[in-house]
């Protein structure tokens, strides 16, 4: 048995974005299912990150951190995002859906701040 450790710790992040970029392969064998890459889920993950990071909005007192992410199982919904631990879902997302999002992480870091 490996020597694993676990520990059971705070986030270091106060809003931590999860945006799916999972690109299916041709040969998978899930190849039928539609993924979040193809879709728009790199350039959604990429413009948010930019976004986040001209607008200051990650400070110490309110970090954010947005990650790619592998599949978090709304494959038939458009570009899935994930945020905790708000535990709120964006589904159907598209890069267009960015203002939708930034509205949602404006929300979350006025209420963290106030
Ligand atoms: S491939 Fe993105 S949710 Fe499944």
């Known amino acids: 048995m490996a020597d694993v450790k676990t520990a059971t710790l705070p986030s270091p992040f ?3 974005i999860f945006v799916c970029t999972n690109s ?8 039928e299912r ?15 990150k930019d976004w986040i ?3 200051g909005l990650s400070t110490p007192r309110c970090r954010i951190r947005v990650n790619s992410s592998g599949c978090l199982d709304f494959c ?4 899935a995002v994930a945020a905790y631990p708000q535990g709120e879902f964006v589904l159907k997302a598209t890069p267009g859906s960015l203002e939708e999002i ?3 992480v404006r ?5 963290l701040t106030r």
């Open 24 to 31: 299916r392969t041709a040969t998978g064998s899930d190849r």
């Open 14 to 16: 106060a809003i931590h």
């Open 76 to 79: 038939e919904q458009g570009v």
């Open 34 to 48: 539609k993924s979040c890459g193809p879709l728009g889920g790199e350039k959604l993950r990429s413009d948010l």
């Open 53 to 55: 990071k001209k607008e």
């Open 107 to 111: 929300g979350w870091v006025d209420e």
């Open 102 to 104: 930034k509205q949602k």
